[in-house]
């Protein structure tokens, strides 16, 4: 039956040319004896079932191996973003001066050191990830789960915290601007009361009243100045307007580490799979 002897020698040369890793598991099923052209058929046909099994595994490893490098660039990107922004608010010329400051107050500077720390590990976390996909090194993503699972479990707490000590918070907040405030002869008091107000677009304690003499305040038209508010009536504006933007943004974020996590240990277990076929 010359049409079944072609597709033997065909596939005889496709086995042959398998890489190395896939070669073994066909070499089992190569029992062809020549002499009865069904069971040639058939053997062809198994082989091609398991040819097709080989090159779905590979199919499927090479998809898992990749498809989460978005993810990993994704955290790496926004640990960047983070650390930028606390180093900024660390060394800009505007809010470096509340370094400066002799207060009691240390919400902002501990939520600033924060950041760069959280911002840093996130960008370690995003290069573990991405070196440990290419890499196809267990290690690294097992460091990447780890310090991952760590970033997700403060996070949570963080938020707990957050929601539980909300007023709290607030409250510190305001002080922190009084204490500012009584110190407005000082330059870096001054410096620091011009880029707070600039930021929560306010002015002083009282709003349209001290928007008319202080310099510190944002520049407005007469009719503008108006409606400025009091800094302490605008920190409680933005809390209470801004709090759902803010779960909002840390509950995508937490839905990505989850994704980040499940695609670690995906891949982990892809690799250990494929070098056992070795």
């Not at 191996?65 to 660390?90: D, E, H, N, S």
Request: glycine share 6%.
């Amino acid at each position: 039956m010359p049409s079944a002897r072609c597709l033997i020698q065909q596939l005889i040369y496709t086995h042959n040319e398998l890489p190395r890793t896939q070669a073994p598991i066909l070499r089992g099923t190569w029992r062809l004896t020549g002499r009865d052209d069904n069971q040639i058929i058939l053997n062809i046909i198994q082989n091609l079932i398991v040819l097709f099994q080989v090159s779905a595994q590979q199919c499927c490893y090479f998809s898992s191996l990749y498809f989460p490098l978005p993810v990993y660039l994704f955290l790496q990107l926004a640990g960047t973003a983070v650390l930028a922004i606390g180093l900024w608010l660390r060394f800009d010329s505007q809010t470096k001066s509340i370094f400066e400051l002799e207060s009691n107050n240390t919400t902002f500077y501990t939520g600033v050191y924060i950041l760069i720390g959280a911002g840093a590990l996130m960008m370690l976390v995003g290069f573990l990830g991405c070196c440990g996909a290419l890499q196809e090194s267990q290690c690294m993503l097992g460091l990447f789960f780890l310090f991952l699972f760590v970033i997700f479990a403060l996070e949570i707490a963080a938020a707990i915290w957050g929601f539980a000590n909300k007023e709290k918070v607030i409250e510190e907040l305001k002080d922190f601007y009084k204490e500012t405030y009584e110190k407005r002869s000082q330059a870096p008091a001054r410096e620091t009361l011009k880029a707070f107000q600039l930021a929560v677009n306010c002015c002083g304690l009282t709003g349209f009243l001290e928007q008319q003499f202080m310099d510190t305040c944002p520049k407005k038209a007469l009719l503008e100045s108006l409606t400025v508010m009091s800094c302490p009536a605008a920190i409680d504006d933005v809390f209470n307007s801004k709090l759902n933007v803010i779960g909002a943004v840390g509950l995508g974020i937490a839905v990505i580490m989850i994704f980040g996590m499940i695609f670690s240990m995906v891949l982990c277990c892809a690799i250990r799979r494929n070098r056992e076929m070795v």
